[in-house]
């Protein structure tokens, strides 16, 4: 069986770019993890998820694709090689690309959510500082609409005050050339969420809290940019992860079942990693899905789905090996 690996390799600095303008793509060392835990047992063709892509996958004709491609650009990015190999009839990992362009679509998704009465914090998408505010309640924290891995969610995305919060919509806006989603920010426990599986099949790994307590004295306690790819290095590692979360059963119950019925509503495949935070009350309310989760090999590094796993007891090339197999079965090709 011979398994295609597509990927979006970073690039490094760039004249006139962010600096975090490649965050959400891997390494060499993420792309040869993944490869290497695959070659255990398939022959492995790598696959740049570039505009070559498509002339690679006629040309090397995999029997599947393991897809880590986070896209190039643009708001469907991550749903661009799977939308490809759907034309190609060729079977992939993950989530289809309505579900990737919907989960990269924060406002989107949550209307999803919302529609299946499932709890999100309060938003709205703005497009220009013009619009009016309708949330009533600050703080509010602003995001780019159409990002990932904290891209534009730095220590200052909570604001408390309206000339604060147009301050930041604008910035966000003329930085990443999209829209703000502002919400209501909640400041209960976060956690977050490794599903895999489909249907009657799907293995909820042990819940990882995050914890603020190891971010630097007086910030704000969010899962920043800051927080996941400056104050936190392999070399000098926050132990910012608790997995599994010290919380009740009854609250372990809450978050499986709303992660659970999130992943559903958004017809996630395979895999995804959901993140969650309390309200007020206690309730766990769905921040965001991604469907295309961080997979760092090295512990140090600090990544929550391969932590969760390893928790459990499943090595990285094992929960590399179990995506595969997963959509295998999807497709009947086992
Ligand atoms: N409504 C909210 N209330 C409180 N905190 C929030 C809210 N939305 C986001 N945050 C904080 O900001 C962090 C980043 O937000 P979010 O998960 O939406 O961004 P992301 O860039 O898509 O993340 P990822 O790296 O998981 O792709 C969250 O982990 C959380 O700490
Ligand atoms: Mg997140």
């Known amino acids: 069986m011979r398994v295609g690996l597509t990927f979006n390799l970073k690039k490094g600095h760039r004249e006139g770019l962010p600096s975090d303008w490649d965050a959400e793509w891997d390494t060499e060392e993420t792309i040869e993890a993944v490869r290497s835990a695959l070659s255990t047992q398939y022959e492995v063709i790598l696959i740049e998820a570039d505009e070559n ?9 995999p029997d599947i694709i393991f897809n880590m491609a986070e896209g190039r650009d643009g708001a469907n990015r991550e749903s661009h090689i799977p939308a490809i190999l759907e034309m190609l009839s060729i079977p992939y990992t993950g989530s289809d690309p309505l ?7 924060k406002g989107r998704a949550k209307e999803i ?12 998408v703005v497009s220009s500082t013009l619009e009016r505010v309708r949330l009533k309640n600050f703080p509010i924290i602003v995001k780019p609409l159409h990002e990932g891995s904290s891209k534009g969610v730095r220590n200052d995305a909570v604001v408390f005050t309206i000339s604060d919060l147009k301050k930041k919509v604008e910035e966000v806006i003329a930085q990443y050339h999209q829209p703000a989603i502002i919400e209501e920010y909640l400041k209960g426990r976060e956690f977050t969420v490794a599903i895999m599986g489909n249907d009657g099949d799907t293995k909820i790994f042990p819940i990882v809290e995050i914890r603020f307590d190891t971010l630097p004295d007086g910030v704000n306690p969010i899962y920043s940019y800051e927080a996941k790819w400056l104050w936190d290095k392999a070399d000098n590692p926050l132990e910012i992860f608790q997995c599994p979360a010290d919380i009740t059963d009854g609250l372990r119950h809450k978050i499986e079942d709303v992660a659970l019925k999130s992943y559903r509503a958004l017809r996630c495949r395979d895999w995804c990693r959901i993140d969650i935070r309390l309200d007020t009350n206690g309730n766990p309310n769905i921040l965001e899905l991604n469907p295309l989760p961080g997979i760092l090999p090295n512990p140090e590094d600090n990544s929550c789905f391969p932590k969760a796993a390893r928790i459990s007891g499943i090595s990285y090339n094992e929960m590399i090996m179990n995506i595969l197999t ?3 079965k999807r497709y009947g090709l086992i």
């Not at 892509?53 to 004709?61: D, G, H, L, P, R």
């Not at 959510?113 to 709205?124: E, H």
């Open 99 to 105: 579900t990737l362009s919907l989960c990269l679509d």
């Open 53 to 61: 892509a498509v002339e690679n996958f006629k040309n090397s004709k």
């Open 326 to 328: 997963i959509a295998r």
């Open 113 to 124: 959510l919302s529609s299946y009465q499932i709890p999100t914090p309060s938003f709205q």
